[in-house]
């Protein structure tokens, strides 16, 4: 029996098909953002939509290649904040076949934190703390094996960067305003979370993995190399402000996924703001998170 998990997301639309012995048959990543424009004005763009409909319906095909006869499909912050959700709905299941979920930001982070902490070596000790840093929200859980605390913030990539990051590149007032808008955020994160004494803090998502994929030098996305990289306090700080100084087509450069260009310097400011305000040494990165809780999910559910 194969399973299938789609997440889709605010800025990326990801799939992840299963066997019934775990085993990985199909994992894809598009970047479509849906979210473009939701923070201003509370509705998903058309063109948006199509882009990311576009997807699903190549997805689709890919589950019923499969033979898929279990799936979840989930959309996350930029559907929850879209007062047009359901007619976006309505062409989901048209695409996919299948009924998708509103997914709430705690869901999500506990989804989040069961998918990274399944795969961590044994080097890497509980207590975890794991963030997710998305589109339109960051994510964040903190336990052993399961989450005894989690919250989701509307802080990501997309949303800071609309939100405040509105030159290219950013001049510093704005990089400022956004820094002072996260700390804000992240003073909710400690007071909810009590992260104190955890041991090993874990990041997943594409601003994570793709700071880790400067790390090991990748010219092409290879999950295998991006996951379980530590990414030092040092190189974080150096390559956040790196993007930050560059225009869109400059941070293409430096990039293997081109299209997270023009985002990705607002889920930089998270990450280092993460960093600095919880004074961590290093964080990991891990290429598996809610696709792998969903699916977890699914083969769990009988």
Not at 239 to 244: G, I, K, R
Not at 258 to 278: N, P, T, Y
Request: charged residues 25%.
């Amino acid at each position: 029996m194969n399973v299938a998990a789609i997440d889709i997301g605010t800025n990326s639309v990801r799939l992840l098909i299963i066997d019934s012995n775990a085993r990985e048959l199909v994992r894809l990543m598009e970047i479509t953002r849906l979210g473009q424009g939701v923070d201003e004005t509370g509705a998903l763009a058309e063109e948006a939509m199509s882009r990311t409909v576009s997807v699903l319906e190549v997805y689709g095909d890919s589950l019923r290649e499969h033979g898929v006869t279990k799936a979840r499909v989930t959309a996350t912050s930029a559907a929850r904040d879209a007062k047009n959700r359901g007619d976006f709905f309505a062409r989901v299941k048209a695409a996919t076949g299948h009924e998708p979920e509103l997914l709430p930001g705690v869901e999500e982070a506990r989804l989040s934190f069961l998918g990274a902490t399944r795969s961590l070596s044994e080097s890497q000790k509980p207590p975890f703390v794991v963030f997710d840093i998305g589109g339109g929200s960051t994510e964040f859980a903190r336990g052993s094996k399961h989450p005894g605390a989690h919250l989701s913030i509307d802080m990501g990539s997309v949303r800071i960067t609309e939100r405040f990051l509105h030159s290219d590149p950013p001049s510093a007032e704005q990089l400022a305003s956004a820094r002072a808008f996260i700390h804000q955020e992240l003073v909710r994160v400690r007071a909810v979370l009590q992260p104190d004494g955890s041991e090993t803090w874990v990041g997943v998502a594409g601003t994570v993995t793709s700071f880790a994929a400067r790390v090991v030098g990748n010219q092409h996305y290879d999950a295998d190399l991006t996951h379980g990289v530590r990414l030092s306090a040092e190189f974080v700080r150096d390559f956040s402000n790196e993007l930050c100084a560059a225009t869109t087509e400059q941070r293409k450069l430096l990039l293997i996924e081109k299209k997270r260009a023009a985002v990705i310097h607002g889920g930089a400011l998270i990450l280092q703001a993460v960093m600095d305000e919880f004074a961590l040494p290093f964080v990991v990165s891990s290429e598996r998170d809610i696709l792998d809780g969903l699916a977890e999910s699914l083969t769990h559910s009988g």
